[in-house]
């Protein structure tokens, strides 16, 4: 998983365009697909969050495969779903689809199966289903709250690549409680399939901190035959002392 914050670069970006120095980019990996067990790579597209003041944060959906759409479908699918801890006095701005829906004052929350609920959707597509209907990337909005907004609150801690090891206060996005933070709907160009996509829980809890190194099928074949090898040198200097 690819998922990192951008500061130095997020932070010239906001010198340069006059905004706050503390502004920070999360991007985060679309690589998991329903049907197939665990992340997918290349990945199916990205979800790039930019807290542009302290109270407005843009969201990018980019798709990786040219040509691919989003869509609406049964399924429960979604155009694009997210997560936030609060939806009170939340608005969108500029959203390129038809509406934007809150969560528990609009019907939600919306599920997208088999990644569970979240409470905001992305509507598209003028509520037509299919790829031909579909509405193509970048899917671009900008999420405000008067009361603050922070991707994972602040006062969010992170270990040195970037991974959440826990949330901040106020408003904020969040996963679902099945650790899930994004989902999409799409019809992919490079399968000429329609599938559900999601990216997964940003914090770095248990193992998720550290990563264990399992070889190769190559490497464990190397590593038999040294053993091996080892073994017979073993026996052989053994047979000359006797």
């Not at 990786?64 to 009170?88: A, I, R």
């Amino acid at each position: 998983m690819l998922k990192k914050l951008l500061a130095g670069a997020a932070v010239a970006a906001a010198l340069a365009a006059g905004g706050p120095a503390s502004a920070l980019t999360w991007v985060s990996q679309l690589e998991y697909r329903d049907g197939l067990t665990g992340a997918q790579s290349p990945s199916f597209g990205t979800v790039t969050l930019e807290e542009l003041t302290a109270n407005d944060v843009k969201v990018t959906v980019t798709l990786t495969n040219p040509g691919s759409l989003f869509v609406n479908t049964g399924g429960p699918h979604d155009p694009f779903l997210f997560n936030l801890n609060n939806t009170t006095s939340t608005g969108v701005i500029n959203a390129p689809v038809d509406t934007f829906i809150w969560g528990g004052q609009a019907g939600g929350p919306f599920s997208a199966t088999p990644f569970g609920n979240f409470t905001n959707l992305i509507k598209c597509c003028n509520a037509k289903n299919g790829a031909k209907n579909g509405d193509a990337p970048p899917l671009v909005f900008t999420v405000s709250n008067v009361g603050g907004l922070t991707f994972a609150g602040v006062g969010a801690t992170r270990d040195g690549d970037g991974r959440l090891t826990g949330e901040g206060t106020g408003n904020r996005f969040q996963s679902n409680s099945g650790g899930w933070w994004f989902a999409a709907d799409i019809f992919d160009t490079g399968t000429g399939l329609t599938y559900n996509i999601a990216a997964r829980d940003a914090f770095c809890r248990g193992d998720g901190c550290t990563t264990t190194i399992v070889p190769e099928p190559n490497t464990w074949a190397l590593m038999i035959l040294g053993f091996g090898a080892a073994g017979a040198m073993i026996r052989r200097r053994k047979t000359a002392l006797a």
